[in-house]
């Protein structure tokens, strides 16, 4: 298919913020990225952690069995994937969580899903399970809840902004079918830079990353903590200290590509942005709930238990299995790799801070 802007209903020429812009590529009906495409696994465009091995998604399941005994075994308790990918980790969750059977009759299970072909795919896989699918929360109304996400909020894309003179100029996009994407920059909104002046984690930055649609779904997601009592725990690719330049990334079969070679594969590469965990904490203790500490994603499952479980499980494998297995921990843990790079932080409403993970 040769490349047309029109089907992606970009105004030619005109400013488009990068944010609407991602926003249409990755999701416009039946021709966005998110809507035609499955993106996972090693035939697709890039691995997540629960698409590389069950372990990643049973050490969570154990995490969420751990908080439901920290708040007391609450009778009603929910539990929320936000964008749940294939379902690869909410297959895991049920079927550990069938093992603890005073929890497996006091939990409701949600998946949180934009994309309707996603959707679906994690319908057929889920079949007969006791999952229900949501698109907001008003469904949940008794009980604390736990909203997990990995890889979720780098998903949502994200405005960026110069700073020139102490002013804002958002960066925006316009689109020529015969030379490709062109950078320009446009005065900021005034609602926005009143909203970006509000956090201290930007503060003196020269180029600004704001998750202003980001916000927006946690708004929602907090409000419900408040009301309810629970948690959120989110795991990204992200940073605690400044960066100050831009963090999209867009990636294709596994490989990184330029923002010109993704013109023309627009709706066949994902595009993402690493998370500011910094500008993340900040934004959960305005919103009254309190933060643990930020830790990698290595010293979190280290802490849940993972080498310890491999140890067990390596009892029954043959010499190719426990390869791979340690393949597949190197890829989870080490330092340069998820194990680094990927951060967890955890916010919560509740009158127990001990939670798992974090010292
Ligand atoms: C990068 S994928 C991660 C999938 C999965 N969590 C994993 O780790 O394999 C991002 C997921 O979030 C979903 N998503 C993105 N924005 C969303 C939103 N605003 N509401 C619900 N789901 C969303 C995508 O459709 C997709 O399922």
Excluded at 73 to 86: A, S
Excluded at 310 to 322: C, G, H, R, S, Y
């Amino acid at each position: 298919m040769t490349y047309n802007p029109g089907y992606f209903n970009l105004r030619l020429k005109k400013l488009i913020p990068v944010d609407e812009f991602i926003e249409k590529v990755l999701y416009e009906p039946k021709i966005g990225y998110y809507t035609k495409k499955i993106p996972f696994g090693s035939q697709g465009d890039f691995i997540t952690a629960p698409t590389i091995s069950n372990l990643f998604s049973e050490i969570i399941s154990i995490w969420v069995v751990s908080v439901w005994e920290k708040l007391g075994k609450p009778k009603t308790f929910n539990f929320v994937e936000l964008g749940p990918g294939d379902g690869s980790l909410a297959k895991v969750f049920v079927n550990t969580i069938k093992k603890f059977p005073e929890l497996n009759d006091s939990i409701n299970i949600y998946l949180y899903e934009k994309s309707k072909l996603l959707s679906n795919l994690q319908k057929k896989k889920l079949k007969g399970s006791k999952i229900k699918w949501i698109r907001n929360f008003d469904k949940i109304k008794k009980g604390p809840v736990i909203f997990f996400g990995n890889e979720f909020f780098d998903a949502i894309p994200i405005k960026q902004f110069l700073v020139e003179k102490k002013s804002l100029l958002e960066k925006c996009y316009s689109v020529d079918p015969a030379s490709g994407l062109d950078e320009a920059y446009q005065k900021a909104n005034r609602e926005d830079v009143k909203k970006i002046k509000t956090f201290k984690a930007l503060e003196g930055l020269k180029f600004i990353e704001f998750p202003k649609l980001g916000f927006l779904e946690l708004d929602k997601i907090v409000k419900k903590i408040n009301d309810l009592s629970g948690g959120i725990l989110l795991i990204d690719y992200g940073y605690l200290n400044v960066i100050n330049r831009s963090t999209l990334q867009t990636v294709m079969k596994n490989k990184k590509i330029d923002m010109n070679h993704l013109f023309k594969n627009l709706g066949r590469a994902d595009i993402s942005s690493l998370v500011n965990f910094s500008l993340l904490k900040e934004y959960f203790l305005k919103n009254k709930l309190k933060v643990k500490k930020i830790v990698s994603q290595k010293f979190f499952l280290e802490k849940m238990g993972i080498i310890e479980r491999v140890k067990v499980l390596e009892k029954n494998m043959t010499f190719k299995q426990k390869e791979y297995m340690s393949l597949t921990l190197r890829r989870l843990l080490n330092k340069e790799l998820m194990g680094g790079l990927f951060k967890v932080i955890f916010a919560f409403k509740s009158k127990n801070s001990n939670f798992l993970g974090f010292k």
